[in-house]
Antibody, heavy 124, light 107 residues
Framework: EVQLVESGGGLVQPGGSLRLSCVVSGFTFSDHYMDWVRQAPGKGLEWVGRTANKANNYNTEYAASVKGRFTISRDDSKNSLYLQMNSLKTDDTAVYYC???????????????WGQGTLVTVSS | DIQMTQSPSSLSASVGDRVTITCRASQSITNYLNWYQQKSGKPPNLLIYAVSSLQTGVPSRFSGSGSGTDFTLTISSLQPEDFATYYCQQSSSLPFTFGGGTKVEIK
């Protein structure tokens, strides 16, 4: 059974830092691209960024709203994905989801498994 | 960035109704269009990928169509468990973007 479990959320002051983790099981983690998606309270979904798989040199890409402040990394030996968030702003308050990018022969890109999410609240 | 516009933003329907949600992209995304269902307090769940391919385990009353910039999600006969918010998403180019969501409520 595929599982993704996030942790590390909490309350942080503006300007502060937080590191989220996503531990996965039930599939070969190193084969998959992994993404972070967030959802502000009562709002829609926003893509945050992604890390490629080992075959693609763990390349990372980010949304403009977080570029330069957030860093995505992974440790395939620990089946873990990370999101380091620095210089946090009140607008970063959201539930953060890790999501697995599917591997389809057609090359289609979609998120076929999601974690339950972890809430990050940025407030003084 | 590619903008995704969903309509309507909300709708009220009865069990057994046929429901249609539309999604328009600001430029052609060929067939890189996915649909997700999200229930309150839960993560999104993939329903349809590549415009019309049903994800494993998703009931056949869900279907998708379209190409280029205009897409549709149809629920042929609304069931009680289908009351949720639905999002389209383009995966043609980064940054991946989502529509604003359509909340399907009980009439």
């Amino acid at each position: 059974e595929v599982q993704l479990v996030e942790s590390g959320g909490g309350l942080v002051q503006p300007g502060g830092s937080l590191r989220l983790s996503c531990v996965v099981s039930g599939f070969t983690f190193s084969d998959h691209y992994m993404d972070w998606v967030r959802q502000a309270p009562g709002k829609g979904l926003e893509w945050v960024g992604r890390t490629a798989n080992k075959a693609n040199n763990y390349n990372t890409e980010y949304a403009a709203s977080v570029k330069g402040r957030f860093t995505i990394s992974r440790d395939d030996s620990k089946n873990s994905l990370y999101l380091q968030m620095n210089s946090l702003k009140t607008d970063d308050t959201a539930v953060y989801y890790c999501a697995r990018r599917s591997k389809r022969s057609s090359g289609q890109r979609d998120f076929d498994y999601w974690g339950q999410g972890t809430l990050v609240t940025v407030s003084s | 960035d590619i903008q995704m516009t969903q309509s309507p933003s909300s709708l009220s329907a009865s069990v057994g109704d046929r429901v249609t949600i539309t999604c328009r992209a600001s430029q052609s995304i060929t067939n890189y269009l996915n649909w997700y269902q999200q229930k309150s307090g839960k993560p999104p769940n993939l329903l349809i990928y590549a415009v019309s391919s049903l994800q494993t385990g998703v009931p056949s009353r869900f279907s998708g169509s379209g190409s280029g910039t205009d897409f549709t999600l149809t629920i042929s006969s609304l069931q009680p468990e289908d009351f949720a918010t639905y999002y389209c998403q383009q995966s043609s180019s980064l940054p991946f973007t989502f529509g604003g969501g359509t909340k399907v409520e009980i009439k």
